[in-house]
């Protein structure tokens, strides 16, 4: 038998009153989408995706309708760096597209970070440090103002080095492991960041308050970000991102109901590919928002060719799930009332949350090719 009783509930739920979010029923607007694939979607693979395969891989999202992509993590990764600096010198980054590069809050990587985006037209800077009680007391023995002073001194640094390099920037702090942090404690130190980042309503902030570790149920995690919503300063200034992982196998939930309490933007991947068990999948995401007469401005209208572009970059295959061979049915073996209804119906829509595309011939997804 397994003992369970050396685990319990590592989280902090916020005080009764933070679940106006409940009353709505269904998201009725798409976030802002970013893509992280080319950093938290890279570095979970066997095989990491080459410079050329990245430069694909991102042409790929811009069809897709990303306008925010994280480009990588240029300070800790030469083939990062070439990567970032492969887009910016040769212009390829569309004008409504702005890149994301990631940095911690230490001195030397924020200022490798500005070298690798200088010149960029738009960039998010993405600066972080870990405000969790278990990151605190086990990794850097440091008390709260301590870690809190990590976070502001990366802040003044950032904001320093944006006034001295070339380049159109924006910013985003995450308070990571987030889910880990008493949510109090949280807000304080994402306040104290933008009291030195001064945001303003043509000039917002991203605050990202990532499940860096899936650790409750989706509903205590939403009732979190509405309480952010709530105590966050400079409010109209303020883009709350949310960037779920998939740990405990709700990572889609965790988005929906965050966007529900007060969430602007989703931080994802295709697919759900990511570190770990996996970040939030993207697809799903607004293949749920679609089903839902939502226009998720994502594009995945052509799947076979997003399935061979993946699987050939990423040498992952989630596409095969899609393309299930139709079996025969074993004598005697009733059909279920939603298969019957499913293939009985012809005027009416099928009882299904969305129509499959109508096909003129057999076309295999995982491959990207249609056979006549």
């Known amino acids: 038998m397994m003992d369970a009783t050396k685990y319990a509930p590592g989280y902090y739920p916020v005080p009764a009153g933070y679940d106006s979010w409940v009353k709505k ?32 891989f991102f042409q790929m999202l811009v069809r897709i309708g990303f306008k925010e992509i994280e480009v990588g993590f240029p300070a800790a990764s030469e083939t990062e760096y070439e990567f970032l600096r492969t887009l910016i010198e040769k212009d390829m980054i569309p004008d409504d597209v702005t890149v994301q590069v990631l940095t911690q809050c230490r001195d030397h990587i924020i200022r490798k970070t500005f070298e690798a985006v200088k010149g960029a037209p738009r960039a998010v800077i993405h600066f972080y440090n870990s405000t969790s009680v278990a990151q605190r007391e086990q990794v850097f023995h440091k008390s709260k103002e301590e870690i809190k002073q990590i976070a502001t001194d990366g802040a ?111 931080e994802c991947c295709l697919f759900g590919n990511g570190e770990r068990t996996g970040n939030v999948d993207a697809v799903t995401l607004a293949m749920n928002m679609y089903s ?48 019957d209804a499913r293939l009985q119906s012809s005027s009416r829509p099928l009882p299904q949350p969305v129509q499959p595309p109508q096909r003129t011939g057999t076309e295999s997804v995982s491959a990207g090719r249609r056979h006549p």
């Open 156 to 266: 003044k640094l950032v904001k320093q080095l944006s006034e001295e390099y070339e380049g159109n920037f924006l910013f985003e702090y995450s308070p990571e492991s987030f889910t880990g942090t008493e949510v109090d404690y949280a807000v304080d130190v994402c306040n104290a960041v933008l009291d030195i980042m001064q945001p303003t309503p043509d000039r917002p902030m991203i605050i990202n308050l990532p499940v860096t570790v899936e650790m409750s149920m989706p509903h205590v995690y939403a009732n979190q970000i509405e309480y952010c919503d709530k105590h966050l300063k400079y409010r109209d200034s303020v883009i709350i991102s949310t960037h779920p992982h998939n740990d405990r196998g709700t990572g889609v939930a965790c988005a929906e109901l965050a966007v529900l309490a007060g969430a602007q933007r989703v």
């Open 25 to 56: 029923d269904h998201i009725e607007q798409a976030p802002a989408w970013c893509s992280v694939d080319l950093r938290d979607g890279n570095q979970a693979l066997i095989v990491p995706m080459s410079l050329e395969e990245k430069l694909e």
């Open 292 to 339: 839902h007469g939502v226009d998720p401005k994502l594009d995945f209208s052509d799947m076979p060719d997003i399935c061979a572009t993946y699987e050939r970059v990423t040498r992952m295959w989630p596409c095969r799930r899609m393309r299930r061979p139709r079996q025969r049915r074993p004598a005697g073996r009733s059909r279920g009332s939603g298969t």
